[in-house]
């Protein structure tokens, strides 16, 4: 399962945040725990258990704190025991997994013995040659459109989509540039970039809004993003959109940010 490690570090961090929380509450608590009682009018009775009075002392009204502390303190044990095993577990998984290890199997064979092999998961560099081999017709640039060429050679429309491009480029990202994609309800549009994702297999689609001040140019994109959504392309996903204003420029700082939070 691709991208499994990722997971395990994201739940492993969420896991020792609560364990930080927990074992503090625990410093400090009362001993022994509470049992909850009703009497027969159904009157709710709180009762301070010990190692020395098993059916405990009846907690009176003005001392309620205590039921609230021993109610605290034995969710809080709970919590504090899963928490320790899920660690444990993780930080064992962790240890022995390795998200290519499936491929890793084919690739330490002998090329001649590939040759006879089928693997059950296409190698990577297969899979996105395959990609990359598929052909499509982008976007005609109308007169007016500025010319502007990225490292590689490929125009594109603008100085933003160019630092994105050339960033894509110097990490040795492939990508394709306005690829058709069909969305139903709104025909075929073309994504600024488009990149098949390692780690899971899938097509990610990027879309740069570069006029965010300008009213109509807002209500385009924002429109353009909800007819993503409705077709099953969500941000943070399968989606990426970046943005800016003439007051707010996209660098390559921030595209390298989000390469490395949705891309790599």
């Not at 994201?10 to 364990?19: A, D, F, G, H």
């Not at 309800?185 to 990149?195: Q, S």
């Not at 943070?236 to 204003?245: A, K, Q, R, T």
Request: hydrophobic share 30%; charged share 30%; with cysteine.
């Amino acid at each position: 399962m691709n991208g499994l490690k990722e997971l395990l570090r994201n739940e492993k961090e969420i896991l020792q945040t609560i364990k930080h929380v927990v074992d503090n509450r625990l410093k400090d608590v009362p001993d022994g725990a509470l049992r909850i009682t009703s009497t027969r009018k159904s009157q709710i009775q709180y009762m301070h258990c010990t190692e020395h009075d098993k059916n405990g002392q009846f907690i009176k009204k003005e001392n309620q704190e205590l039921a609230f502390k021993l109610a605290q303190k034995s969710y809080d044990q709970k919590i504090q025991k899963l928490v320790d095993r899920r660690l444990k577990q993780i930080q064992k998984l962790d240890e022995e997994y390795d998200d290519n290890e499936i491929e890793k199997i084919y690739d330490q064979l002998h090329p001649v013995r590939q040759m006879l092999v089928t693997p059950v998961k296409k190698p990577w560099e297969q899979l996105l040659a395959e990609w990359k081999n598929i052909p499509y017709v982008g976007k005609e640039f109308s007169e007016n459109i500025p010319v502007i060429y990225t490292k590689k050679g490929e125009r594109v429309r603008s100085k933003s989509e160019k630092i994105i491009a050339d960033t894509f480029n110097d990490l040795g990202i492939e990508y394709k540039y306005e690829c058709p994609l069909k969305l139903n309800g709104v025909g075929t549009v073309y994504p600024d970039f488009t990149i098949l994702r390692k780690r899971d297999g899938k097509e990610v689609y990027w879309e740069h809004d570069g006029r965010m001040d300008d009213p109509l140019y807002a209500e385009q994109a924002v429109r353009k993003i909800n007819s993503y959504i409705a077709n099953g392309y969500f941000p943070g996903d399968n989606l990426i959109v970046s943005v800016e204003s003439s007051g707010n420029v996209l660098n390559d700082r921030i595209i390298k940010c989000m390469i490395s939070k949705y891309i790599t």
